[in-house]
């Protein structure tokens, strides 16, 4: 007899079906396999050790201050550690109990431990002459060209913008953005390129995502989550996909002193309230993006990445777009050119943890380092 350690990424289905497990067996253990840690901000004293009894009876466990026991504060932080099996379990059990644990029933469900998404990538191309990124850079001559390269290299989709929105940017006029897409969305029309990959439009402006949407384009990728009333109406009568990201903040002064009482609770506040208006206006596909650098610090930036599962439980996939950023610079010093590596570091985490959309600049490496983790994370 031999024993050794496997690894928690181990897919367990196709193990299970290797060592001749029932699938009837499989989807148990599976359940019984995976570990959430769930973090519980001011929950009542009361609730708390309610829950905590409750959780010993399912196998799982709260952990609580040492006070908690005799009430000595109202209001308690706990960490549930419990198998997707013992959630299930639990959610049950809270239906019928008080001090809000109803409402944290609610949810448990939807925090069981997700598999690792299937991925796509969102390669980058910039109409305006002030991207942080030069490389991202084109002008309308070079766009058939360009965009032929990054479908070659493996990109699925194609994210196109006329307006830089780094920190410190100035916007421009609806009519000077709408100039500088014009041309380059009629090539996408006229060759059809539609055809071969999905199109998005980095905008927030009526004028261009009308005319991008009426042109083949299916994705609206606005960074201010549809604070536009007109975008969503257009989004919704076009049956696009809008990406919602998270910025506080101008781009002008994001980078001013950003604060958060809890960066990942104020996040899932404000994705919750555009979802929301999303649904109010008959949008359907909605993806996610907790905007990397929109009013961040380095370490908000890195507790969003490092958190990123919980995000799941609104069901919709989440986009990472980290390529190049400055937070690689706060943690290595690097130039902006000098940063594939720490943008594949980051994300190859991110997908590991729930992202299923990579916005790119560098299309090929990414598909490639993908490549490589999908073939480790799925051996047998």
Known sequence: MKVYKISSDTTLDKLFGKMGVTKEGSNILQKKANINLIYIKDIKSPAANILKQDALSVGADLAVPKYCVTCRDEFVDAVLIASDAALKELSIKERVQPFGLREIAAILNT???????????????????????SQSRFCTSEAKSKIEAMIEEGADIIDIGGVS?????????????????????????????YERVKFSLDSYSPLSLRYALD????????????????????????????????????????????????????????????????????????????????????????????NL????????????????????DMIYKSETQERLPGTLAIHLEAHRRGASIL?????????QALSIQKAILEVD
């Open 309 to 328: 599962e919980h995000f799941l439980h609104f069901g919709y996939p989440i986009l990472v777009g980290a390529s190049r950023k400055s937070m690689i």
């Open 111 to 133: 925090f069981a431990k997700p598999k690792i998404q299937k991925i796509e990538i969102m390669g980058v191309l910039n109409a305006n002459d002030d991207s942080f990124y």
């Open 215 to 306: 042109s083949g384009f299916s994705i609206v990728n606005d960074i201010t989550a549809l604070q536009n009333d007109m975008v969503a109406k257009l989004a919704s009568s076009y049956g696009a996909t809008v990406v919602l990201m998270h910025k506080l903040g101008d781009t002008l002064d994001m980078q001013k002193n950003p604060h958060y009482d809890d960066v990942i609770l104020d996040v899932d506040t404000f994705f919750a309230q555009r979802i929301e208006k999303a649904k109010y206006f008959g949008v359907k596909d909605i993806v996610l993006d907790i905007g990397i650098g929109f009013g961040k610090r380095l370490s908000h930036n890195l507790s969003l990445l490092k």
């Open 359 to 367: 916005r790119v600049h560098d299309v090929k490496e990414h598909v």
């Open 165 to 193: 929105s780094r920190p410190g940017s100035v916007g421009v006029s609806e009519e000077e953005e709408f100039s500088r897409l014009k041309e380059i969305i009629d090539v996408v029309k006229r060759y059809k390129l």
